[in-house]
């Protein structure tokens, strides 16, 4: 078929399904709402891969499949069409898009069926599949930030879906308002590139990126991609802009898994990667990027040590995973960063969606000292949260492995790499190895701590095929990309992932450092050792239960303390931001708002009123009255003509 | 010729004062009767009052157009009265008398 045809199709399916569901919102019939909704996505995916296949066909120098369906904006030097690029870094994303947002969708029917607003629930989750596809593929940044914001929009309404209790409420604002800080930093970006390069087009600043050398934080370049950056930090959720995250986990589930974990969140890093030649003209900003990325990783990890809340852990997890994608972009390594992104979306959508099914059989709790033993009870949700758990803590052979040690070995071989970057990576995957495993002794091993009145139950198929269906792609998710050192003992996997990019990524200018196999070879021992014995060490302390978690916050102390409080950063963000700008804004309000404008505009109206009521006294009603002012007119003007 | 002096010696003058005497008692009536009847009659007296003037004025300038107009404030007259007492008429009817006063009702 017509590749323009597709991609509108592919585009116009998830809309389609969005206007159906919308329509009906109050409807609660969910076996109808969901049906729309996963068929419309599973078009979707169907599209996507015929895409792919003819991309695969197409010689690799010209993969790249455009629909421009209309000029959108015209304004002198600035043109923006409604065009859209399946390239090899758009189809992986549409793949991961539409693949796992079915799974999502189906999940979804089972874990949704008893809400009032199920209806309304779908289609909100085909708008954001819409927005999110109109996002990737969109070949200027303009047509992105459409659905940049379309996405934070649609994140918005599903975090705050249950919007009837406040704090949920709260938390889809705090989530759209932090969103908001990176976006106008988006914005801005987008004039500083406008302004040096005269296009927004993607391809256009890309092909014109190699001219650009800049060492300066001045230049053009670097300011304009550190702006994007920040952007990327809002949506991505990077320090210093994490904070809604977490909160974030108030929406469903399934929202959990298929926006802040898969896809939505990866936006920044996708962004980075399709801008890749333009940010590595500007080493100072990779050099943030990388920097923030091996911050956020190590930070989030030791807050998701402390957490008590499954779906928190799984936040700040995916927190810290987004921090490897960064780390990986920032030190040039765009094909690893690429990759993760798709491992983690296999397997963080897998474990989100494994705790949806845990919450599920618990009657709604998610706190995991309330639960153990879980094993027993939800058979197919632990096999499969196993394989989620051991992709993530990186155990050979299993997907997060391969992304993971690429990203680690690429942080300290590249030459914007460093021993530092790559410390922080690995102390990193010890921290995630230990509080995955912390979890999944709290949640599934050990003795039960289940209160008698709930009774654990597995879900239906609905729910426990798309968990098996990703499952399978969190173990085997790893082999597109098998890094040369290791095949050479798999019997010679090629590498696809490094082909397949190969042509859109730009090679650093500094060349490749010269490192040998055995120093790649004994980072990689070092760090699967590392993870795998804190692994171990968690699953000693935990397996036996609540009790110790009493005495690892004794043993810490305030440390314990500091992290257990995610390091003060909402009260920081409150007592140094917030709570001033509130302050300033009663002032402003009392003092300019109140006793300046209003009170001018009182004075006016009184002014008014007075006149008026002086000219009110003269219209008594009585009509000799009237009849006198007309004899004394009358006398007056005389008085004037004739005595002139 | 004693008629011819009669009339020259009563001249311009006089017809304007008794014009502007009887003038002034109609307004006087307008202005400070309260009577409904009373009032409407003092604008009849302003009125004639000033068609004394006209037909005055007419004879002594030697012109028709004085008079002319005459006709036509008389007609207007009629025409005020039968509306003048259609409102006395129905004020009566409501208020059981003819005050003006009760024309401040009309007062939004």
Known sequence: ?644 | MPETNFITTIGLEHYLVLSAVLFSMGMAGVLLRRNLIVLLMSVELMLNAVNISFVAFSKYNNNIEGQIMVFFVMTIAAAEAAVGLALAVSIFKRFKEVNIRFFEHLKG
């Open chain 1, 1 to 644: 078929m017509d590749h323009q045809l597709l991609i509108a199709i592919l585009l116009l399916s998830p809309l389609v399904g969005f206007v159906l569901n919308g329509t009906r919102f109050r409807s609660q019939n969910y076996v109808l709402a969901g049906a729309i909704a996963t068929g419309a996505v599973v078009v979707s995916f169907i599209c996507s891969v015929m895409l792919m296949l003819q991309l695969i066909d197409a010689d690799p120098e010209h993969r790249r499949l455009t629909a421009t369906f209309f000029e959108w904006i015209a304004v002198g030097g600035l043109k923006i069409n409604a065009g859209f690029v399946v390239d090899q870094i758009s189809s992986i994303m549409i793949l991961i898009i539409t693949g796992v947002g079915s799974l999502i969708h189906l999940f979804s029917i089972g874990y949704m069926h008893h809400d009032k607003g199920v209806t309304k629930y779908f289609a909100y989750l085909n708008l954001f599949i819409f927005n999110m596809l109109i996002l990737v593929l969109g070949d200027s940044l303009v047509t992105m930030f459409v659905g940049w914001e379309g996405v934070g929009l649609c994140s918005y309404l599903l975090i705050g879906f249950w919007f009837s209790d406040s704090a949920k409420a709260a938390a889809g604002m705090k989530a759209f308002i932090t969103n908001r800080i990176g976006d106008a930093a988006f914005i801005i970006g987008m004039f500083i590139l406008f302004f040096t390069f005269g296009t927004l087009n993607m391809y256009e600043l890309n092909a014109l990126a190699p001219t650009v050398v800049e060492a300066s934080w001045l230049g053009a370049a670097t300011l304009g991609t550190l702006m994007l950056f920040i952007g990327a930090t809002g949506k991505s959720a990077q320090v210093p802009l994490y904070v809604w995250l977490p909160d974030a986990m108030a929406g469903p589930t399934p929202v959990s898994a298929l926006i802040h974990a898969a896809t939505m969140v990866t936006a920044g890093v996708y962004m980075i990667v399709r801008l890749n030649p333009m940010f590595v003209a500007a080493p100072n900003t990779m050099m943030v990027i990388a920097i923030v990325g091996a911050v956020t990783a190590v930070m989030a990890a030791t807050i998701g040590l402390t957490q008590f809340d499954i779906k928190k852990v799984l936040a700040y997890s995916t927190v810290s995973q987004l921090g490897y994608m960064f780390l990986a972009v920032g030190v040039g390594a765009f094909g690893a960063g690429m990759m993760h992104l798709m491992t983690h979306a296999f397997f963080k959508a897998l474990m989100f969606l494994g705790s949806g099914s845990v919450i599920h059989a618990m009657d709604g709790e998610q706190d995991i000292q309330l639960m153990g033993g879980l094993k027993k009870k939800l058979p197919i949700t632990h096999a499969t949260f196993v394989m989620g758990w051991l992709a993530i803590i990186g155990f050979p052979l299993f997907s997060g492995f391969f992304s993971k040690d690429e990203i680690l070995w690429q942080a300290y071989s590249s030459p914007r790499g460093s021993v530092f970057l790559w410390m922080a990576g690995a102390l990193g995957a010890t921290l995630t190895a230990f509080y995955m495993t912390r979890l999944m002794a709290l949640t599934f091993w050990g003795g039960s701590r289940v209160p008698k009145s709930v009774h654990p139950h597995e879900s239906p198929a609905i729910m426990t095929i798309p968990l098996i269906v990703l499952a399978i792609l969190s173990v085997v998710g790893g082999f597109v990309g098998v890094p040369h050192v290791i095949s050479e003992y798999l019997g010679h996997i090629p590498n696809f992932w490094e082909h397949w990019l190969e042509p859109v990524i730009r090679r650093l200018p500094e060349g490749v450092s010269e490192h040998s196999a055995t120093e790649e070879w004994g980072l990689m021992a070092t760090s699967v050792t590392l993870a795998l014995v804190s692994a171990f060490t968690a699953y000693r302390i935990y397996t036996n239960g609540k009790k110790t978690n009493e005495q690892i916050a004794k043993a810490f102390g305030p440390v314990y303390n500091v992290v257990n409080n995610k390091y003060f950063v909402d009260e920081a963000y409150f007592g140094g931001i917030i709570n001033p700008l509130v302050k300033q804004s009663q002032n402003l309000w009392m003092y300019i708002d109140v006793n300046f404008i209003d009170k001018t505009t009182h004075v006016i109206a009184d002014m008014t009123k007075g006149v008026g009521s002086l000219a009110r006294s003269f219209q008594t009603g009585n009509m000799q009255q009237y009849a006198m002012y007309i004899g004394l007119g009358v006398v007056t003007v005389l008085t004037f003509v004739l005595m002139r």
